[in-house]
């Protein structure tokens, strides 16, 4: 499934020090408005935590990085999901050595630094909805 989306505006800035990544990235598209988007970010964290969907149970495990790491990257979009804007975002993490880990964004990744820019769209709004075949909530799931 695809759909055409049209671009409608970008936002460029900065995330709160001290704050919550997937917080303050989730409270961005509920003031702003958005529903339909893609999200670039990078700076640095004073710990974080991901997820890694375990494919056979069908659960997230987490992995928590209780130090200082830099944000390579960060990709993500915005969708509803039960009718409110979702942030589904994954980073790329490095450490002071430059090793590089990551994982899908959970609640528990805190900021030290974070610009980021929000690419809005305008479109057919995409839903999440509990997928079987996967256990995930995905845009139009496998009946
Ligand atoms: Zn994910």
């Known amino acids: 499934m695809e759909q055409d989306v049209k671009p409608v505006r970008t936002l460029m800035g900065r995330l709160p020090h001290g704050a919550d990544l997937l917080e303050a ?15 670039e970010a990078l700076g640095a964290v004073k710990r974080a935590r991901v997820g890694y969907f375990n494919q056979t149970k069908r ?24 009718g409110e804007p979702f942030v589904h975002a994954h980073v790329t993490l490095a450490d002071e050595s430059g090793h590089a880990f990551g994982g899908h ?9 974070c ?10 709004a995409l839903e999440r909805k ?4 996967t256990g995930l909530a995905l845009w139009d799931p496998d009946p």
């Open 105 to 113: 964004l959970v609640p528990g990744t805190i900021i030290f630094a």
């Open 130 to 133: 509990s997928d079987k075949r």
């Open 115 to 124: 610009e980021f820019v929000l690419h809005v769209f305008d479109g057919e």
């Open 25 to 39: 990235l989730t409270d961005l598209a509920h003031r702003e408005g958005v529903k339909l988007a893609h999200i």
């Open 59 to 82: 659960v997230y495990g987490h992995l928590d990085f209780p130090h200082a790491m830099e944000i390579l990257n960060l990709t993500g979009n915005v969708s509803l999901k039960d």
